[in-house]
C-alpha cells in the first residue's frame, strides 16, 4: 500500500494499517462496500463463516478503569466470569464499557474496534476459539475496514495470550459419540485417500479443551495440534488424523 492509498483511508484504518506494515504483515486492511458492524455483517460481506470473525469485545476493570478486550470467534460468547478470573485480583470485577470508554481506550468506535494499533495500553486476551480456522478477518478501526490474519499471527502481533474465554457449550447426552463416530470417520476417509490429495480439517463445531485430558471435545487434539495444523504437510496431517483415531477409540471406552 502505497502513501497515498494509505492517507487515503479513514484515520483509524491508516493506523491499523501503519500497524502492520511495521510489522510485516502482508494483509493490509481493504475496505467492504457497506458497513460491517457485527460479526454476521463481516462474515455476509467477505463469504465466511461466522466463527471467521475475530470480534472484539470490550469490558473495563473497575479497579483502574483499565480496557480489557476479549478477541474472540463471531459465533462464541465470551464469559465474564473466565475473564475476571484471569485479568482480576480476588473481589475485583468488570464493568461495562460503553461507547466513550471504547473510543477514548481504544481510539476507534464500536463496530469497528480493532484488536492492534490502540489509542493506550488495554489487557488483551485472545480466545482460543480462533485457532479452528486457518484464516480469521478482524475490524480495522472503522465499520466498512478488515483485515486478514491467521489465529496465530494475531497471537505474535499483539503478543495477547491465547486464552479459554468463551461460554462453554452444554454438551447433550449424545454429542461426545457423534464427536466419536464423526472423527473416526474422517480419519478411516484419510487413510483412504490417495497421496496427494487435499487432507480435511478436523475441526467441528465444537471447540472447547478438557481440562483433564487436555483436548478439544469436539476434536481430540491438544491446543498445540490444533495450532500447528495450519503449517502441517500432508504427511504430518495424516500423521494428526492417525493419532485422532486412536483418541477416538479411547474416548468410546471411557
Same mark, same amino acid.
Given at each position: 500500500?502505497?502513501?497515498?492509498?494509505?492517507?487515503?483511508?479513514?484515520?483509524?484504518?491508516?493506523?491499523?494499517?501503519?500497524?502492520?506494515?511495521?510489522?510485516?504483515?502482508?494483509?493490509?486492511?481493504?475496505?467492504?462496500?457497506?458497513?460491517?458492524?457485527?460479526?454476521?455483517?463481516?462474515?455476509?460481506?467477505?463469504?465466511?463463516?461466522?466463527?471467521?470473525?475475530?470480534?472484539?469485545?470490550?469490558?473495563?476493570?473497575?479497579?483502574?478503569?483499565?480496557?480489557?478486550? %476479549?478477541?474472540? +470467534? /463471531?459465533?462464541?460468547? =465470551? #464469559?465474564?466470569?473466565?475473564?475476571?478470573? !484471569?485479568?482480576?485480583? *480476588?473481589?475485583? @470485577?468488570?464493568?461495562?464499557?460503553?461507547?466513550?470508554?471504547?473510543?477514548?481506550?481504544?481510539?476507534?468506535?464500536?463496530?469497528?474496534?480493532?484488536?492492534?494499533?490502540?489509542?493506550?495500553?488495554?489487557?488483551?486476551?485472545?480466545?482460543?476459539?480462533?485457532?479452528?480456522?486457518?484464516?480469521?478477518?478482524?475490524?480495522?478501526?472503522?465499520?466498512?475496514?478488515?483485515?486478514?490474519?491467521?489465529?496465530?499471527?494475531? %497471537?505474535?502481533? +499483539? /503478543?495477547?495470550?491465547? =486464552? #479459554?474465554?468463551?461460554?462453554?457449550?452444554? !454438551?447433550?447426552?449424545? *454429542?461426545?459419540? @457423534?464427536?466419536?463416530?464423526?472423527?473416526?470417520?474422517?480419519?478411516?476417509?484419510?487413510?483412504?485417500?490417495?497421496?496427494?490429495?487435499?487432507?480435511?480439517?478436523?475441526?467441528?463445531?465444537?471447540?472447547?479443551?478438557?481440562?483433564?485430558?487436555?483436548?478439544?471435545?469436539?476434536?481430540?487434539?491438544?491446543?498445540?495440534?490444533?495450532?500447528?495444523?495450519?503449517?502441517?504437510?500432508?504427511?504430518?496431517?495424516?500423521?494428526?488424523?492417525?493419532?485422532?483415531?486412536?483418541?477416538?477409540?479411547?474416548?468410546?471406552?471411557?
Amino acid at each position: 500500500m502505497c502513501g497515498a492509498e494509505l492517507h487515503a483511508l479513514p484515520d483509524g484504518v491508516q493506523r491499523v494499517a501503519a500497524f502492520l506494515q511495521a510489522r510485516g504483515h502482508a494483509q493490509l486492511p481493504i475496505m467492504l462496500d457497506g458497513a460491517a458492524r457485527t460479526a454476521q455483517q463481516a462474515a455476509d460481506a467477505l463469504g465466511v463463516e461466522l466463527g471467521q470473525i475475530a470480534k472484539s469485545i470490550v469490558f473495563r476493570r473497575k479497579v483502574d478503569d483499565v480496557a480489557v478486550m %476479549v478477541v474472540t +470467534s /463471531g459465533d462464541q460468547r =465470551v #464469559d465474564e466470569r473466565k475473564v475476571e478470573a !484471569l485479568v482480576c485480583m *480476588d473481589g475485583q @470485577r468488570l464493568g461495562r464499557a460503553d461507547a466513550e470508554f471504547v473510543k477514548a481506550k481504544t481510539g476507534f468506535s464500536i463496530g469497528g474496534v480493532s484488536p492492534v494499533a490502540h489509542a493506550t495500553p488495554v489487557v488483551l486476551l485472545i480466545d482460543q476459539s480462533l485457532l479452528r480456522f486457518t484464516e480469521v478477518w478482524a475490524a480495522a478501526g472503522h465499520p466498512n475496514a478488515v483485515f486478514r490474519l491467521s489465529a496465530e499471527e494475531l %497471537v505474535g502481533l +499483539s /503478543g495477547a495470550p491465547l =486464552v #479459554d474465554a468463551a461460554v462453554a457449550p452444554i !454438551l447433550a447426552s449424545g *454429542d461426545m459419540a @457423534r464427536a466419536i463416530e464423526k472423527m473416526a470417520a474422517g480419519a478411516l476417509a484419510v487413510e483412504r485417500s490417495p497421496a496427494g490429495s487435499s487432507i480435511a480439517s478436523p475441526c467441528i463445531s465444537i471447540c472447547r479443551i478438557q481440562a483433564d485430558t487436555g483436548l478439544c471435545e469436539g476434536c481430540f487434539r491438544t491446543i498445540p495440534e490444533i495450532t500447528a495444523w495450519s503449517r502441517a504437510d500432508e504427511a504430518d496431517k495424516r500423521q494428526i488424523w492417525g493419532v485422532i483415531a486412536q483418541r477416538a477409540v479411547q474416548q468410546s471406552c471411557t
